[in-house]
C-alpha cells in the first residue's frame, strides 16, 4: 500500500502529528499495534494517575481542554480530551498493526514499512514518502538486574502493570524508583492498606504541583537559577528537610534539571506525609533478594510479599528502525536537541521524543507538519553535481538571520502573514529563534526602550514586566510570540544567493542546510528580507591592533565583566552597547577585584564599532576604564 505519510503510534503523538497533516490536507495513516489509541494510557497507567502539568501545558495542537476541567486532569478525563481530539480531526488508525521492521529503499526514495497484523496474522508492507515514528519513549517498562530477584518467592511487576492497591490489602510491598509513578503508587497502595516502603536510590527534588505550575509561568520571565531558588524555598517550607527521611536532593534545581535532561521533578500526591510519619519506609538501593527477604545497601532486611518496579520505559525505536538510526542515539532518544530533534534524512521525523512531555509533542506535530506540507509541494532532481529540493510555493517567504531588528521584522511578518493565512516561511541560519538575544548579547542588556514601544503586534508584554524588559524576559516573550502565532522557522538554513527571476516572474533563493550542507532552491511569489542592521560585528582597523600583547573581542562576544576584574580594560564605542558594557565592568571591577589590585594587569580592549571611539570622560572620572 502507497501512503504519503504513515505515522507509527497512535499516542497523543500521532494524534497531533495526524491532526496538523489532517488541517493541511496532508493524507496520512497511523498504524498502531494495540486495538485502541492512547494505549499508554488506557492500557499501561494506574487508576490514581493525573496529568502533573496544569492543563495549560499539556493541550495537544488547535484543541483547548473544556473549561469546566480541573487543572490537573485526572486519567479518564484526558483519554475522553484525545477520543474527542481523535474524532474532531476525523483520526482513525488502523489497529492491530504492528510495525516489526521499516528500511529506506534508496532506488525508489520511499520508506518501507513491514508490519504484522496480530489480529489477522498476516504481513502487510506499506510504502511512504514521510514516515513519523510517533512510538513514545515509553514503549516497553524497565526492570532492572536486581541480584536474586529470579528466585524472588513474591510477585513482581512493572509499574505500567500496576492499577490500583486492591490486591495488595495487608501486604508487604516494596515499590522500587521514588520518581513520579513509584512516588504514586506507593501512596495508592498504603491508601489501600498494604504495608508500603519506597526504593529512593536516586536523588530526587520533590515538590507540589501548585510549586511546577508556579515554576513554569515564572520560566517566561524569571531565569532558571531565580525560579529554581523558589522552587526549592518553597518546597523545603512545603515539606521540611526530606533527606533525613532519606531522599537527597539533586545539587541541580527542578527546572534546570528539566530543561537540560527533561526529568520532570517528582510531584508530591500525600506519600511525604506517609514517609515522614514512617507509614511509608524510605529505603537505599536493593543488595540482594533471598526467598522473600530483601536487603538494602544499608545492611536492613524485610520480608515482601511483592514488588513494583517504578523504574522507567525504554523506547523500541532503534528494534525495528533499519534505516534513519542516525536521528537516535542507543538508548532511543534523538540525538539533536530541541528545537530539531524532530527530523531525519530522506523524510523521516520522530514526533513526542523532545522528553517535555505533551507541550513538546505539540510543537513536534506543528514542525512536522509544517515541513511535510512544503516539502511534498516539492520535487527532487539534480543540478550541477548535487540534489536540489525545488518548491514551486506561491507564498510569502521570509529571510532571516536572527538580528534585533531583524528578528522583530521577521517574527512579526510572519505571524501577521499566518493571521491573514497567508503561506509563508521563515528561513534562519542558527539553531534558534532570538539567537541575538539567547546567544550574542550580555548578560546585563535590557531594552533600552520602553515595553509599550517594544511590542510584537498583537501580544503585549504581561503587565508585571518591567518597564524596561530584562533580556531573559525579552527571550522569553519572543519565545511565547513565536509559539503563540505557530511561527515555525526552518532553522540551520543559509541563505546564500537570492535572485529575481524575470522569465518565471518570482524570486529563487538558495538555501544551504548548515548541517547536512544540502542545498535547497526555493521559489516565491514575494520575498520578505529581514536580516537586520547587525548581522557581523564590525571592528575598525586600528593601527597595531593585529600586533596587541592583549585580548580583543567584539561587544556581541562579551557576556559580563567577572573575568576581568582587576584588569585593565578599554571599551571602544560609547553608544548603548559601549556605556553598559564599561559600566558592567566597572561594577565586576567593585564586585569582584578589590584583593586583585596589586596583581599583575592584563590588558583586553573591547572595540565596539560604529560608534565613536572616545567618549569616557565620565567613567574615566570614576577611574573605572583607562583611556590608553
Ligand atoms: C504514568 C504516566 C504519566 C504521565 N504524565 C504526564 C503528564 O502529566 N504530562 C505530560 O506532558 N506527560 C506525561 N507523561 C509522558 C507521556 O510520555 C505522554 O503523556 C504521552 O503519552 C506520550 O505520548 P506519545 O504519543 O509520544 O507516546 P505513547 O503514548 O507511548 O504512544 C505511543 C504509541 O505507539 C504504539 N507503538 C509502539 N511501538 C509500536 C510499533 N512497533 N508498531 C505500532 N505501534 C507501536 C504504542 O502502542 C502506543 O500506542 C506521562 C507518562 C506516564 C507513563
Known amino acids: 500500500m502507497e501512503e504519503v505519510v504513515v505515522i507509527i503510534g497512535a499516542g497523543p503523538a500521532g494524534l497531533a502529528s495526524s491532526a496538523c497533516l489532517n488541517r493541511l490536507g496532508i493524507p496520512n495513516i497511523i498504524l498502531e499495534r494495540e486495538d485502541c489509541y492512547a494505549s499508554l494510557w488506557r492500557k499501561k497507567a494506574y487508576d490514581r494517575v493525573k496529568l502533573h502539568l496544569a492543563k495549560q501545558f499539556c493541550e495537544l495542537p488547535y484543541m483547548p481542554y473544556p473549561p469546566n476541567l480541573p487543572m490537573f486532569v485526572p486519567k479518564n478525563d484526558f483519554i475522553s480530551y484525545l477520543d474527542n481530539y481523535a474524532s474532531h480531526f476525523g483520526i482513525n488508525p488502523r489497529f492491530h498493526c504492528s510495525v516489526e521492521s521499516v528500511y529506506y529503499d534508496k532506488i525508489a526514495s520511499k520508506w518501507c514499512i513491514l508490519v504484522k497484523n496480530t489480529n489477522l496474522q498476516t504481513t502487510e508492507v506499506y510504502i511512504a514518502k514521510f514516515l513519523v515514528v510517533a512510538t513514545g519513549e515509553n514503549s516497553e517498562g524497565l526492570i532492572p538486574k536486581v541480584p536474586g530477584l529470579d528466585g524472588f518467592e513474591g510477585m513482581f511487576m512493572h509499574s505500567s502493570q500496576y492499577e490500583n492497591g486492591k490486591d495488595f490489602v495487608g501486604k508487604n510491598v516494596l515499590v522500587v524508583g521514588c520518581g513520579n509513578s513509584g512516588m504514586e503508587i506507593a501512596y495508592d497502595l498504603f491508601y489501600w492498606g498494604a504495608h508500603t516502603s519506597i526504593v529512593a536510590r536516586s536523588p530526587v527534588h520533590v515538590v507540589s504541583k501548585e510549586i511546577v505550575f508556579l515554576g513554569m509561568c515564572l520560566l517566561k520571565y524569571l531565569p532558571y537559577r531565580l525560579v529554581d531558588f523558589i522552587a526549592i524555598t518553597a518546597s523545603k517550607i512545603n515539606f521540611g528537610d526530606i533527606s533525613k527521611y532519606g531522599i537527597q536532593r539533586p545539587t541541580e534545581g527542578p527546572f534546570y534539571i528539566k530543561a537540560t535532561t527533561g526529568r520532570s521533578p517528582t510531584i508530591d500526591v500525600g506519600a511525604v506525609q506517609k514517609i515522614k510519619t514512617g507509614e511509608i519506609q524510605v529505603f537505599p538501593s536493593i543488595a540482594c533478594i533471598k526467598g522473600n527477604e530483601i536487603t538494602f545497601e544499608n545492611g536492613k532486611s524485610k520480608q515482601y510479599d511483592a514488588i513494583i518496579f517504578a523504574t522507567g520505559y525504554r523506547s523500541t525505536v532503534l528494534d525495528w528502525l533499519k534505516d534513519g538510526k542516525e536521528l537516535f542515539n542507543g538508548n532511543g532518544m534523538p540525538k539533536l536537541r530541541f528545537p530539531n530533534h524532530w527530523k531525519g534524512e530522506n523524510g523521516i521525523y520522530c514526533a513526542g521524543f523532545s522528553q517535555k512531555g505533551l ?158 550542507h544540502a542545498r535547497e532552491v526555493y521559489v516565491a511569489q514575494f520575498l520578505v528580507v529581514a536580516t537586520g542592521e547587525n548581522a557581523e560585528g564590525v571592528i575598525p582597523d586600528v593601527p597595531g591592533l593585529a600586533g596587541f600583547a592583549g585580548e580583543y573581542m567584539h561587544a556581541s562576544q562579551f557576556s559580563n565583566g567577572r573575568k576581568y576584574s582587576g584588569k585593565d580594560v578599554l571599551a571602544v564605542g560609547s553608544w548603548n552597547s559601549g556605556m553598559e558594557i564599561s559600566y558592567d565592568l566597572c561594577q565586576s571591577r567593585y564586585m569582584w577585584s578589590q584583593r586583585k589590585c596589586s596583581e599583575k594587569k592584563e590588558k583586553a580592549v573591547f572595540p565596539i564599532l560604529s560608534q565613536s571611539a572616545v567618549a569616557f570622560s565620565a567613567l574615566r572620572a570614576h577611574g573605572c576604564i583607562n583611556s590608553a
Open 359 to 516: 507541550m513538546g509533542i505539540s510543537v513536534d506535530a506543528q514542525s512536522i507538519a509544517a515541513d511535510i506540507g512544503l516539502a511534498w509541494k516539492g520535487t527532487t532532481y539534480d543540478v550541477i553535481g548535487g540534489p536540489y529540493s525545488v518548491l514551486q510555493l506561491n507564498m510569502a517567504m521570509v529571510l532571516k538571520s536572527c538580528e534585533e531588528l531583524a528578528l522583530q521584522a521577521c517574527i512579526a511578518t510572519s505571524a501577521c502573514l499566518n493571521r491573514l493565512k497567508i503561506p509563508n516561511i521563515v528561513f534562519e541560519r542558527e539553531d534558534c529563534c532570538g539567537s541575538l538575544w539567547k546567544k550574542r548579547t550580555y548578560d546585563r542588556l535590557k531594552l533600552h526602550i520602553p515595553k509599550q514601544y517594544c511590542e510584537l503586534p498583537y501580544m503585549p508584554y504581561p503587565s508585571n514586566a518591567p518597564t524596561f524588559v530584562p533580556r531573559n524576559g525579552f527571550i522569553a516573550y519572543l519565545d511565547e510570540y513565536v509559539s503563540h502565532f505557530v511561527v515555525i522557522p526552518r532553522y540551520n538554513r543559509s541563505v546564500e544567493h537570492a535572485f529575481y527571476d524575470a522569465d518565471a516572474g518570482k524570486w529563487r533563493i538558495e538555501v544551504k542546510n548548515v548541517f547536512s
